[in-house]
């Protein structure tokens, strides 16, 4: 089932299983999901599968940074399994970026292909301690523009750059923003923040939620309330 939801569910769950159990709560009609490292590493290709199976398109989370040729590879496999869209680190350079976007094009493959730029974990220090000295936006923008003429669809964000990226890349780039909180919600371990309406009013295109909505007691009440502060 194919979705026009700009919301995407993060099934950070250390089973099968127990992401099984949250997926058969929510509508693949309203919204996407994301597999991240954990999950995948523990269930494989039977997570894909059972998602797929359910009707939900799925993100897979998995950030591949290697060398060109084992990056195409890992992207390829990916996309084979039908995957809605895969993710790279733009740290990987152009030419990783390339090889993986190339791959895809040679094999008639429709996955989405969008790289992360820094981490929305991350602040200043952060950058610094490893060597990076320019200002976060300046380096969020750099890995954009990089990922952009490296054949990306788009690219993972903070919500507060997608206005800045939409400007620089365009407003077709899609700009993929973890680190978003209802009103409802906690900040927990994110840094750079925003509440739904607002991401998307600043210029991202798809919203990644995981703990309001998978740790709620409704947890399609708390999508309606994120559809809800949407729709206002």
């Known amino acids: 089932m194919t979705t026009s939801s700009p919301l995407i569910i993060a099934l950070d769950y250390p089973s099968l299983d127990a992401a099984l159990c949250m997926a058969d709560q929510l509508d693949p009609a309203r919204c996407r999901l994301k597999v991240g490292k954990e999950?995948?590493?523990r269930s494989g290709p039977a997570v894909l599968e059972a998602l797929h199976g359910r009707g939900f398109e799925v993100f897979l989370d998995l950030k591949f940074h290697d060398i060109p040729n084992?990056?195409?590879?890992a992207v390829q496999a990916a996309a084979e399994q039908g995957v809605w869209m895969v993710n790279v680190h733009a740290g990987g350079g152009r030419r990783m970026m390339q090889?993986?976007?190339?791959r895809l094009a040679a094999h008639r493959l429709a996955t989405r292909l969008i790289a992360v730029t820094v981490l929305t974990s991350m602040d200043a220090a952060d950058l610094a301690?490893?060597?990076?000295?320019?200002?976060?936006?300046?380096q969020v923008q750099r890995l954009a523009r990089l990922a952009r003429d490296s054949g990306m669809s788009g690219v993972v964000c903070s919500a507060r750059e997608a206005g800045m990226l939409a400007a620089s890349c365009g407003a077709d780039f899609m700009?993929?923003?973890?680190?978003?909180?209802?009103?409802?919600?906690?900040?927990?371990?994110?840094?750079?923040i925003m509440t739904p309406r607002a991401a998307?009013?600043?210029g991202s295109t798809h919203l990644v939620v995981g703990r309001p909505v998978t740790q709620a007691a409704d947890p399609m009440g708390?999508?309606?309330?994120?559809?809800?502060?949407?729709?206002?």
């Not at 301690?129 to 300046?138: C, M, N, Q, S």
């Not at 209802?182 to 927990?188: E, H, L, S, T, V």
Request: glycine content about 6%; overall charge negative; charged content about 25%.
């Open 39 to 41: 999950l995948f590493t």
């Open 129 to 138: 301690e490893t060597g990076i000295k320019v200002p976060l936006d300046e």
């Open 200 to 202: 998307l009013q600043a």
């Open 175 to 192: 700009k993929v923003t973890p680190g978003i909180r209802p009103r409802f919600a906690a900040a927990d371990d994110q840094q750079r």
């Open 70 to 73: 084992t990056v195409a590879g």
């Open 99 to 102: 090889a993986a976007a190339e």
């Open 222 to 232: 708390a999508l309606d309330a994120i559809e809800a502060e949407l729709s206002v």
